[in-house]
RNA sequence: GCCCCCGUAGCUCAGGUGGAUAGAGCGACGGUUUCCUAAACCGCAGGCCGGCGGUUCGAGUCCGCCCGGGGGCACCA
């Protein structure tokens, strides 16, 4: 039992004590103001009304019935309306970074996933151009929230979805076949809906080169697989120029080719949930709570997207996920219902919620003070690899990851870019480079330092006492930031506990200080490092040792 | 018209699931270096948390209505 948990049962019994409920739950939480102690609970105001006395008097009752030394409390005070305050001994305090040393690169992981498999689909970009900046933010997001979920004990699978035979991929072919006849003299003619980016020009250039016997394009097919075929490659190169990798790559024609389709189309209609209409199949997906029906199939015989989409999320249910969670656009808004909806009609146990959906607000790039657009190479849009290549990955990352999904992002490519104390990344990393630089300087290697034999009572000065919490706390925030999938709250947690050891390691010293002294602060330097590096690991971010 | 997101400092945004005197970064202003990285630290200024009601001991946070901004409402993906 740590800490808190101790405290936390010494106060329920204390509660009991005066007559509450034996299933109270007292609430504890770090007091905003340092001054107001380690921890504070509120509970004798939520008592007041139950118990009919008044907050203040419950607290002093408390307080009374409260057995310090099993609360691990050195002082309890009782403020405000009503709080209870508690401050701990500073060795009680600083000896919990003897948790953090012995768990390592694992200090922050949690076992509420308890093994079960969770899927998070992103990016799913179609092969029709490079991935802009939007597939940026879901590549961020979706591989930290993969990385938050597996750090809480789920066995993740990250997956990228794509559509390798619609209408798109119909005009990405269109695109480059009109590429190939303007080469051989005919006047450029690239379909409605096509494509116009300077890449198209390339992959015309290149099938030209490699297609001698068909240099304009004739063999629809054969241009449209070269063509799928080097926008796939092109996006696996961002992908890992962005540190980003996928365990499955789920083709939409799978679904068609493994009759997943048919089977998923029977079984609505054996549902009885669907009807014709005008010669098209419908689910009444209004009894699932859509604001409208949908089609299936339509007049022509073909389905619509909608279809192979319930299909798929059948099979990621089959396949045994306790948990799947998409990473979209907020443009996809309008599918979730419908998706959700259509795994009900089916009856078969699927979770209401099933799938979930995380999903985020456009990015908007801005450079000297205005909206950039435009990318050489994509033409209509800014690629990842525009970013990456002029700000690198870390900042990328970082950068994408630092606001809340539900917001609209702006990405300062001039702030992303300065390698100074006014960047973020660099902050972080810079804390970390400092903690390292002390065993270095030192000559010690850090994972020698064990925190065994440490006077925890000498880290009291109020710098230290304020980082040690914040380490100290780490767990319980990333176990919150997963539960809530939002990688931002780890980001926000980064740059204020670097801040915490830039403002220690500028007051305080190490290196040559009284032995008891600098035992401990090599043991603290060493939680902190440790600590971030697991926090930037989760973001997908390096820890740099120098910079 | 209906659905989703947003509205907090000059700008960009946090605010740990209802708590005490609302925070950070950038920008502005002023300081700090014989010392483990000054890529750092300290100080100062800046607010009707879009508005009006409600819930309660207590609301930036929850509920309702309104006003602004963005996105979505296909037999396109």
């Known amino acids: 039992m740590n800490g808190v948990e101790q405290l936390r049962a010494a106060l329920t019994r204390a509660a009991v004590a005066i007559g509450a409920s034996p299933d109270v739950q007292p609430g504890l939480e770090r007091p905003r103001d340092p001054a107001h102690g380690d921890w504070a609970t509120n509970l004798a105001m939520t008592l007041a009304k139950p118990l009919g006395r008044k907050p203040r008097e419950l607290a002093d009752a408390l307080i009374a019935a409260l057995d310090r030394h099993d609360a691990g409390v050195a002082e309890a005070t009782v403020a ?89 991929i119909q005009n990405l072919a269109l695109s480059v ?61 961002d992908l890992r120029a962005f540190g980003v990798r996928f365990d499955r790559y789920f083709l939409e024609s799978s679904l068609y080719t493994d009759g997943k389709v048919e089977e998923t189309i029977a079984a609505l209609q054996a549902s009885g949930h669907t009807f014709e209409d005008d010669g098209a199949l419908y689910l009444r997906t209004t009894d699932f709570g859509d604001d409208k029906d949908r089609v299936m199939r339509k007049r022509d015989g073909t389905m619509t997207y909608f279809l192979p989409d319930v299909a798929y999320h059948v099979t990621k249910f089959e396949r045994g996920f306790t948990r799947a969670i998409n990473v979209q656009g907020a443009d996809h808004h309008g599918t979730t219902a419908r998706v959700r909806a259509g795994l009900q009609a089916l009856g078969r146990g699927i979770p209401e919620g099933y799938p979930e959906y995380v999903l985020h607000q456009m990015v908007t790039v801005m450079r000297g003070g205005e909206e950039v657009k435009i990318s050489k190479r994509a033409g209509s849009y800014v690629t990842v690899r525009d970013l990456i290549d002029e700000v690198g990955r870390d900042a990328v990352r970082y950068f994408l990851l630092m606001r809340k999904g539900d917001s609209q992002l702006v990405f300062d490519v001039d702030l992303a870019r300065s390698q100074s104390e006014e960047n973020p990344v660099y902050y972080i990393q810079m804390a970390h480079a400092r903690l390292s630089g002390i065993f270095r300087v030192g000559e010690i290697d850090p994972t020698t330092i064990t925190g065994a034999a440490v006077d925890w009572s ?16 780490w767990p319980d925030f990333v176990a919150a930031a997963a539960d809530a999938l939002e990688p931002h709250r780890v980001a926000n947690w980064l740059l204020e506990t670097a801040r915490l050891v830039h403002t220690w390691y500028h007051k305080h010293h190490v290196l040559g200080e009284a032995e008891p002294v600098m035992r401990a602060r090599l043991a603290l330097a060493r939680a902190a490092q440790l600590t971030l590096a697991n926090g930037l690991g989760l973001l997908g971010i390096s820890a740099p040792e120098r910079m």
Do not use: C, M
């Not at 970074?97 to 799913?124: K, P, Y």
């Not at 009109?178 to 992959?203: F, N």
């Not at 250039?205 to 004739?218: H, I, Q, S, V």
């Not at 697989?225 to 490659?233: G, I, K, M, P, S």
């Open 177 to 237: 076949q009109a590429r190939l006849r303007e080469r051989a003299g005919d006047p450029l003619a690239i379909p409605e809906g096509g494509y116009h980016g300077a890449y198209i020009k390339d992959i015309a250039e290149a099938y030209a080169g490699e297609a001698t016997d068909d240099p304009r394009g004739d063999d629809l097919e054969r241009v449209r697989t070269f063509a799928v075929r080097a926008l796939r490659n092109e996006q696996d190169l």
């Open 458 to 473: 000498v880290l009291d000065q109020p710098e230290e006492r304020e980082l040690v919490k914040s380490l100290l706390d």
């Open 80 to 168: 405000g309306p009503g709080f209870i305050n508690f401050r701990l001994d500073t060795a009680d305090l600083a000896g919990g970074l003897a948790r953090v040393l012995a768990a390592g690169t694992a200090w922050g992981h949690g076992t509420g996933g308890t093994g079960r498999a969770a899927n998070v689909e992103f990016v799913s970009a179609n092969p029709t151009g490079p991935l802009h900046v939007g597939h940026g933010r879901q590549a961020a997001l979706g591989d930290a929230i993969a990385a938050l979920l597996a750090s809480q004990g789920w066995k993740v699978t990250r997956e990228f979805y794509y559509n390798d035979a619609g209408a798109q």
